[in-house]
């Protein structure tokens, strides 16, 4: 991941002219919902005779971005997903097996096309701090959660920023997260590893100051 990081920063040096680099940017803040579709596969080849599945809620979150020049900047942001999982197979009923609460630690590096029309797309790429727990639904009213192993993965973001105002813009984005868990207090291997990976699509408001 550092040497992604390294690479988009290098590029970007060489191809943005020296002048822009030189000139102070703005900042906004963003607060979001969002729609979050996740995965439900175990990574392993072994049968095993039900099928996972997730049912999402709609989640949220709240961002930083700094314009570093018109074409770059950096956006930090916290992201809250939450989804029941169930299970079903032959002869079993659907069955709500718990819930899975996720919160991410985002950093995207997003470079922006047109950044001064009032229609300002941008792609990015970066890295996710993920952290969760799963709330078994048979768990006593006492009984703590299982936490799940904190991991950093990397993202890829896209989305498009909407100018209603000199400092107020309506904003749409989508982030692809490759993700797996596992219980933290077990030794595993990658085929108890739970594939997650959210895609997560969010339209929110964005303040510039």
């Given at each position: 991941m550092k040497n992604i990081v390294r690479f988009i920063l290098v590029v970007a040096f060489f191809f943005v002219p020296q002048h822009a680099f030189a000139q102070a940017g703005s900042s906004d803040v963003g607060v979001w919902l969002?729609?979050?579709?996740?995965?439900a596969d175990f990574d392993t080849d072994i049968d095993l005779g039900a099928n996972l599945g997730?049912?999402?809620?709609?989640?949220?979150?709240?961002?930083?971005?700094?314009?570093?020049?018109?074409?770059?900047?950096?956006?930090f942001g916290i992201q809250k997903m939450s989804a029941d999982?169930?299970?079903?197979?032959?002869?079993?009923?659907?069955?709500?097996?718990?819930?899975?609460?996720?919160?991410?630690f985002t950093g995207t590096v997003?470079?922006?096309?047109?950044?001064?029309?009032?229609?300002?797309?941008?792609?990015?790429?970066?890295?996710?701090?993920?952290?969760?727990?799963?709330?078994?639904?048979?768990?006593?009213?006492?009984?703590e959660a299982?936490?799940?192993?904190?991991?950093?993965?990397?993202?890829?973001?896209?989305?498009v920023n909407v100018?209603?105002?000199?400092?107020?813009?309506?904003?749409?984005?989508?982030?692809?997260?490759p993700w797996?868990?596992?219980?933290?207090?077990?030794?595993?291997?990658?085929d108890e590893q739970l594939d997650v990976s959210p895609l997560v699509l969010s339209a929110g408001v964005r303040f510039r100051f």
């Open positions: 969002s729609s979050v579709s996740m995965e997730f049912d999402e809620d709609l989640g949220y979150g709240v961002s930083f971005n700094h314009y570093w020049t018109d074409l770059i900047s950096t956006d999982l169930s299970v079903s197979g032959t002869g079993v009923p659907d069955t709500t097996v718990g819930e899975l609460d996720v919160t991410a997003q470079f922006h096309f047109l950044r001064d029309r009032r229609v300002n797309p941008y792609v990015g790429v970066g890295a996710a701090y993920m952290l969760a727990d799963f709330d078994a639904a048979d768990l006593e009213p006492d009984d299982v936490e799940l192993e904190d991991e950093v993965t990397f993202l890829v973001n896209a989305g100018r209603v105002t000199e400092r107020i813009s309506l904003m749409g984005d989508v982030k692809y997260i797996e868990v596992g219980d933290e207090n077990e030794v595993s291997d990658d």
